[in-house]
C-alpha cells in the first residue's frame, strides 16, 4: 500500500495521473464549482425557510428541524464512503451519480406533501449531497500538481464563501416572494447543467477497487459520525448536553468512533486509512482545520442571532450584515490560496489565525446593544481576511504531499473533520451563549434560553439588550480562545518554500 512520503506525490504519475493538460484544469475546475455551490447553497437557503415549512404544514419547529438535521446526518453517514467508493467505481461516474441523486432528491423535496415526505427527500439529497465534495476535491487536486495545489484549493474555496453570502438572502427572497418549493427546484437546472459538463470535460478514469469495503469499519464510523453529530446538535439546541436526548447518542457516536480508529489502527484494509497521520505535514494541517474550523464554523450563529435577538432584524437583514465578512474571505482566499504556492503555507496560515482572532477578540470588547453596524462589520471584515488565509492553504498543505492513492483518502478524511469540527464548534457555542444568558439575565426574562427570548415582548427585549449582548461577548472569548489553540498545530505546518514551487 501507499506510504505517506512527498517524493511519490511529486513523481510524474501523481502530478499528471490522467494525462489531463493544465489548459483542461480550468473546465473540470468549473464543473466542480457548479456542483460544490449546488450542495453548500443549499443548505444556507433551507435553514432560512424552516419557520415557513413550518406553518405550511402546521408541523412543530421541533419536527421541520428535521428537514436539516435529516440532511446533515445524511451526508455524515455517506462521507465515509467516499475514498472507498472512489476506487470501487471511479471518479467520474461517482460524481456524476452523486449530482444526479442530490438533483433528484431536490425534485422530490420540491413536491413533498408533508413533513414527514420532505425529511426523507432530504435525506436522500444528503446521501448524494455528501459525496460532492470529496469527490470533486479528489478530481480537481489529481488534474492539478503539487507546485499550484494553492491554486486548486483557491477555486474549492469559492463555493464555501458563496453558499453564507447568498444563500440567507436568496432564500429569503424566494420563500417571501415565490415558495418554498423553489429553494429546492432551483437546484435542478444546476444540477443538469453540471452533469452534461461532467460527462464532456471531466476525464475519463477506471474502476480500480485495491481493497475491498471494510463492511464492519463503516458499521462503526457512518452511524458513529451520524449519532456524534446528532447528540452535539442536540446538545447545542437544549442548551443542555447532560440531557439524555443528547448525550446517549453522543456518547454511543464517540464510542463507535473510537472503536473505529482502535480496529483501523490493527488491520490492513480499514476504510480510513489512518497511517495518513504518520505524515507530519496531514497532521499539522488535520489539528489546525479541526480547531480553527470549530471556533469559526461555531461562532458562525452568533453574530446573525445577536443582529436578530439583540437589533430586531430580519434574517435577511442579518444574512446582509454577514456580506463583507464573506466577502473579505473570498478575496482574501483567493491571494492566500495563490501565495502558498510561492510562500510556505505555515507562515500564511499563521499569520491568518492571527488576524482572524484579532477580529473575534474585537467583538469581546465591541458587541453592545448599540454597537454602530459598521464597527461589528469592519471587525467581521478583519476577521473574514483571517478565514481566507487560513482555511485553504491549511487543505492545500495537507494535500500538497499526498501521493495520487493518498488525494481520495486524504480528501474524505479532511471533509470529516470539516464535519465532526463544525458540529462540535455550534453545539459549543450555543451551550455556551445559554450559560451565559442564564448568568447574566433575570430570572424570567430568557435566562432559560434561545427558546425563551422568542417568548418575550420587544420591550422587554430592549430592556435587557445591554445584558444579552453582555453574553455574546463572553461567547466570543472561547471562539478567541479555540482560535489560539489552532495557533499550536499551525506551528507544527511547514515554513519552507514549496517544493517546486512557481518561479524556482
Not at 469581546?364 to 469592519?378: E, G, H, N, R, S
Amino acid at each position: 500500500m501507499a506510504t505517506t512520503t512527498a517524493p511519490a506525490a511529486n513523481s510524474p504519475a501523481a502530478i499528471h495521473p490522467t494525462d489531463t493538460p493544465p489548459r483542461g484544469i480550468a473546465a473540470i475546475a468549473l464543473v466542480v464549482v457548479l456542483g460544490s455551490i449546488m450542495s453548500v447553497l443549499d443548505v444556507t437557503v433551507v435553514n432560512v425557510a424552516l419557520n415557513h415549512l413550518a406553518q405550511d404544514f402546521d408541523a412543530p419547529l421541533a419536527t421541520i428541524q428535521w428537514v436539516a438535521t435529516g440532511y446533515t446526518l445524511a451526508l455524515a453517514t455517506v462521507i465515509p464512503m467516499a475514498a472507498w467508493a472512489m476506487g470501487r467505481f471511479g471518479t467520474k461516474r461517482l460524481y456524476m451519480f452523486s449530482i444526479g441523486t442530490f438533483a433528484a432528491g431536490s425534485v422530490l423535496a420540491g413536491l413533498a406533501w408533508s413533513a414527514e415526505s420532505l425529511i426523507v427527500f432530504r435525506v436522500l439529497q444528503g446521501l448524494g449531497g455528501g459525496l460532492i465534495m470529496p469527490v470533486g476535491m479528489t478530481i480537481l487536486a489529481r488534474a492539478s500538481d503539487p507546485s499550484r495545489m494553492g491554486r486548486t484549493m483557491a477555486i474549492l474555496g469559492i463555493p464555501i464563501l458563496i453558499g453564507p453570502l447568498v444563500g440567507p438572502i436568496l432564500g429569503g427572497w424566494l420563500v417571501d416572494d415565490v415558495s418554498w418549493r423553489w429553494i429546492f427546484f432551483i437546484n435542478v437546472p444546476i444540477g443538469a447543467i453540471a452533469l452534461g459538463l461532467a460527462a464532456k470535460v471531466f476525464p475519463r478514469d477506471t474502476a480500480q477497487p485495491t481493497r475491498p469495503l471494510d463492511v464492519p469499519g463503516l458499521l462503526m464510523l457512518s452511524p458513529g459520525l451520524a449519532l456524534l453529530i446528532y447528540g452535539l446538535a442536540t446538545g447545542g439546541e437544549k442548551g443542555d448536553f447532560g440531557a439524555a436526548g443528547a448525550l446517549v447518542p453522543a456518547v454511543l457516536g464517540a464510542l463507535l468512533v473510537i472503536g473505529f480508529v482502535a480496529r483501523a489502527l490493527r488491520i490492513e484494509h480499514a476504510l480510513i486509512d489512518l497511517r495518513l497521520f504518520r505524515s507530519r505535514p496531514f497532521v499539522a494541517a488535520a489539528g489546525t482545520m479541526f480547531l480553527f474550523v470549530c471556533a469559526y464554523f461555531g461562532s458562525m450563529m452568533l453574530a446573525p442571532l445577536y443582529y436578530q435577538l439583540v437589533r430586531g432584524e430580519s434574517a435577511t437583514a442579518s444574512g446582509m450584515l454577514g456580506a463583507p465578512q464573506a466577502l473579505a474571505t473570498a478575496l482574501s482566499m483567493q491571494v492566500a490560496s495563490r501565495l502558498s504556492d510561492r510562500i510556505a503555507p505555515g507562515r500564511i496560515v499563521l499569520i491568518g489565525i492571527v488576524v482572524a482572532a484579532s477580529g473575534f477578540l474585537a467583538f469581546t470588547t465591541q458587541v453592545a446593544a448599540d454597537t454602530p453596524y459598521w464597527v461589528l462589520m469592519a471587525c467581521m471584515s478583519v476577521t473574514g481576511v483571517g478565514v481566507g488565509m487560513t482555511l485553504m492553504p491549511t487543505t492545500a498543505s495537507a494535500l500538497r504531499t499526498m501521493s495520487h492513492e493518498q488525494v481520495a483518502v486524504a480528501g474524505t478524511t479532511l471533509t470529516i473533520i470539516q464535519q465532526v469540527s463544525a458540529a462540535i464548534g455550534g453545539a459549543l457555542m450555543s451551550v455556551l451563549l445559554a450559560g451565559s444568558m442564564r448568568d447574566g439575565l433575570p430570572a424570567g426574562q430568557g435566562a432559560g434560553g434561545l427558546g425563551e427570548l422568542h417568548t418575550l415582548s420587544p420591550d422587554v427585549v430592549v430592556a435587557i439588550g445591554p445584558a444579552l449582548a453582555d453574553a455574546f461577548q463572553g461567547t466570543y472569548w472561547w471562539a478567541v480562545t479555540l482560535m489560539g489553540l489552532a495557533f499550536l498545530p499551525a506551528l507544527l505546518m511547514s515554513r519552507r518554500r514549496p517544493t517546486g514551487a512557481v518561479g524556482e
